[in-house]
């Protein structure tokens, strides 16, 4: 009772946050039993919806596994995101390293504006911009290509180039977000740091390999640690509205996410959605914590728990 | 102590004023009594399909004063954008939203599965009870043929009653180049005219076909878009995997040998809607389902003109019975009073025209007897009249025939029945497999069917992989259940 008063206006810094998460996260978690029912509806409202339906088991989860395209949406999902943390960590923070040595702050700035944009345009826009280059009467890669004196490709039919356009296309739109919070922590390393370091002769790249990147080493493991969280989600957006969700390129573009929508959108089977998103969520629970053990066995401070 | 409680207060005041805040969404309990009648009318919330339009609330306003009057309800409508309907109604229905009455059909918003989940009321007492206007007015066939397991759940609307399958042209090429349209039918007489255009258009795209269509091909699905389907000539009703019937094969490969050819869009398989080249004119013919004196209506809302000939027979299959339907809410709290809205709705001229036209002087005036004349501000309320209940009733434009409604009849008498029509197949036993199957349908579907890819490559592919996702296990329930419903016939 005495740390409530104490403590009284950072606790209230932080209802508003549990409050939200009291509501759409903790509430809704009850909803998790839908999974193993079938969902009917009921005259009487939601809840009794819910109490009244059937149970099933494990019947909602099987479509999952059912057929060999299991394996696919499982490697694609897990790969594609892997490679998303590993390249997104390393471009952020070389991208935040250099904007912050850049000693015109007003390009700076400017750099960081541009690179930060593209993460506030949805995912249908950024489908469109990628299909005005990938057209293929229209695109411009094929009118330089045939400029060229290239064959035009036809790039929505091939899924050779997929992962390579898939992966360059979610850096481009994110990195610049992600580069800002290492920015921010850059710009919190106290200055005597790299003063010290001057006076004893470092050069910039001896700066930045025993400065700078310790220093955010904590940060990095944060972000890491959160991200190997969802990697068993996949961003629906990108692997739908880029590729104009285009049937030939599902060896290289079907995810978890998008197996599901397309096979529960004509049956709307609530029962079904619902177990998907939980064995999403019970996988990346177990990376969790999982990696934060291992994390932790290295280096107790930068573990998230 | 006592400071610190009092400091406190603000916070429990506001906590307590969100709580309150919340349940107040929540409940909105209304008491019964002596409701329902002019003076206390009860409201009636209404879903519709369509672009939501400006002026929907100062139209149902006038549309309330009339009802109140007549039955005793006033009406709230919802308007919910094409694209969004299915997703959003679903959301509602099983969250338990308040709703009376909506919009229910074989491509929106799934007839069938829902009344199969429990989203609608079943109507087999209220409609003859509250309802005897709509029964007198419906060809019977619509009631029978929305039948879900022996129930009705929701009202078709009267309108055409089978599909007819039609090849449209842009009038404006056909002229230019003097094309005649004689002998046109099957998907391979149209290789002389697109290759005309071809050579003479090259903006223009000879056949346009976006990722929604497939070839035309004698066979009634069971499910509409999943390769299941049976025989039109087929007595026996034998449920096939319509991608390896010869009809379907053929279909294929001409198809891409036009997409070779240059007459389909080379991004088909990816198209989402002709919206846009149907806007700038630049296609010279595709397929479409057609209607009587749908040329008019077509030519009217591109603004130039479009001329037609039939594709197929016309057939009355069950997703045309459904094609348009209101049902009432599984959870409306007045049942009846829905029931009599929708009763008078399909009867009253009065009240079917206010909601299809707006209101006279406003949005429309009378130019006849029965023919109207839009005003500028109809496109501040421009309805799908076809979604909204009968459409017999319904004023005529001044580009109707008089007889228009007419010509409904006879074409509706003229219908020959679909195989399947009033079989409704229950997917419960394998919901799995046909995730599975959607699935694979997504993959192969588009490409094969826009002639993208080389039906003898992709077609074994797309056999094999259905084939692993339990399409035959779907065939062979389908099957069951088709014996045992022609047996009871």
Not at chain 1, 98 to 117: D, H, P
Request: net charge negative; hydrophobic share 45%.
């Amino acid at each position: 009772m005495k740390d409530i008063g104490r403590n009284k206006m950072m606790l209230l810094m932080v209802l508003p946050a549990t409050l939200w998460f009291i509501f759409f996260s903790y509430l809704p978690m009850a909803g998790m039993v839908i999974a193993f029912k079938e969902y009917r509806y009921s005259r009487d409202g939601f809840l009794a919806s819910i109490l009244e339906s059937k149970w099933v088991g494990l019947q909602n989860f099987k479509f999952l596994f059912s057929t060999n395209d299991a394996y696919i949406i499982t490697r694609n999902t897990v790969l594609y995101n892997a490679v998303f943390i590993v390249l997104g960590l390393a471009l952020a923070v070389l991208m935040a390293i250099v904007l912050s040595e850049i000693v015109n702050k007003r390009l700076a700035k400017l750099y960081q504006t541009g690179m930060f944009l593209p993460y506030f345009l949805s995912w249908v826009i950024v489908g469109y911009f990628a299909f005005s280059f990938l057209s293929v009467d229209r695109g411009m890669v094929n009118q330089i290509f045939a400029w060229l004196g290239f064959d035009p490709v036809s790039w929505y039919t091939n899924p050779a180039y997929w992962p390579v356009i898939i992966v360059v296309v979610f850096l481009w739109k994110s990195v610049g977000y992600n580069s800002v919070v290492y920015l921010a922590a850059i710009m919190g390393i106290d200055k005597s740091l790299y003063e010290a370091a001057m006076i004893d002769g470092a050069n910039k790249w001896q700066q930045i390999r025993n400065i700078t990147i310790p220093m955010l080493t904590p940060l990095m493991t944060i972000l890491t640690l959160l991200a190997i969280g969802k990697i068993f989600y996949a961003d629906f957006g990108l692997f739908y509205q880029v590729p104009r969700d285009s049937g030939s390129l599902y060896p290289v573009t079907n995810v978890i996410d998008t197996y599901v929508y397309r096979g529960l959108k004509t049956t709307g089977e609530i029962g079904m959605s619902t177990a998907a998103g939980l064995y999403q969520s019970f996988i990346g629970f177990i990376l969790v914590i999982t990696s934060n053990a291992v994390v932790r066995r290295f280096n107790k401070d930068n573990a998230l728990f | 102590m006592n400071t610190t409680k009092k400091r406190w207060l603000p916070l429990l005041a506001a906590i307590m004023l969100v709580s309150l805040v919340l349940s107040a969404c929540g409940s909105k309990e209304s008491g019964s009594g002596a409701e329902g009648t002019a003076e206390k009318p009860v409201e009636l919330i209404w879903y519709t399909i369509g672009t939501p339009q400006k002026d929907v609330n100062a139209v149902m306003e006038e549309v309330s004063k009339y009802t109140a009057e007549k039955i005793g309800v006033t009406v709230k409508m919802t308007m919910v954008d094409w694209g969004d309907y299915a997703q959003k109604l679903q959301v509602a229905t099983a969250s338990g939203e308040p709703i009376d009455m909506m919009f229910t059909s074989s491509w929106a918003f799934d007839y069938v599965q829902n009344a199969r989940k429990g989203a609608f009321m079943e109507i087999d007492e209220l409609l003859p009870k509250y309802g005897q206007g709509i029964v007198d007015a419906l060809d019977p066939a619509f009631l029978e043929g929305s039948k879900v397991d022996g129930h009705n759940y929701g009202i078709p609307a009267n309108k055409e009653l089978p599909a007819q399958e039609v090849w449209r042209f842009n009038k404006q090429l056909l002229d230019k180049y003097k094309l005649g349209t004689e002998g046109i039918y099957s998907l391979d007489s149209l290789e002389p005219l697109l290759k005309t255009i071809k050579e003479n258009e090259p903006d223009v795209y000879p056949l346009a076909v976006d990722k929604n269509q497939a070839p035309y091909v004698p066979y009634d699905y069971v499910i509409e878009k999943l390769p299941m389907a049976v025989s039109l000539k087929d007595s026996g009703l034998k449920v096939v995997n319509v991608l390896e019937t010869p009809e379907m094969k053929a279909a294929l490969n001409t198809m891409h040998k036009y997409y070779k050819a240059g007459y389909i869009p080379t991004e088909a398989a990816s198209l989402d809607s002709l919206t846009d080249v149907q806007a700038t004119g630049k296609w010279f013919m595709d397929r479409a389902t057609s209607q009587p004196f749908a040329d008019n209506l077509w030519s009217a809302s591109y603004g130039y003109p479009v001329v037609s000939t039939p594709a197929s027979e016309a057939l009355i299959y069950n997703w045309s019975v459904m094609g348009s339907m209101q049902a009432i809410s599984a959870n409306s709290k007045y049942p009846e009073k829905a029931m009599e809205f929708l009763n008078l709705l399909n009867t009253d001229p009065v009240l079917r025209n206010m909601v299809d036209s707006g209101i006279e002087g406003t949005h429309y005036e009378m130019v006849g007897d029965n023919v109207m004349k839009n005003l500028d501000n109809s496109k501040n309320y421009d309805m799908p009249t076809f979604s909204l209940g009968n459409l017999f009733i319904t004023h005529l434009n001044e580009t109707d025939p008089a007889d228009k409604w007419e010509g409904f009849k006879t074409f509706n008498d003229a219908g020959v029945e679909a195989p399947l029509l009033g079989f409704n197949f229950d997917t419960s036993k394998v919901t799995t497999e046909i995730a599975a199957v959607q699935n694979v349908k997504e993959e192969f579907w588009a490409a094969l069917m826009t002639g993208t890819v080389d039906p003898e490559e992709y077609l074994t592919r797309a056999n094999d992989k259905f084939k692993a996702a339990g399409l035959d296990k779907i065939i062979e329930e389908a099957q069951r259940q088709i014996d045992e419903w022609k047996a009871s016939k």
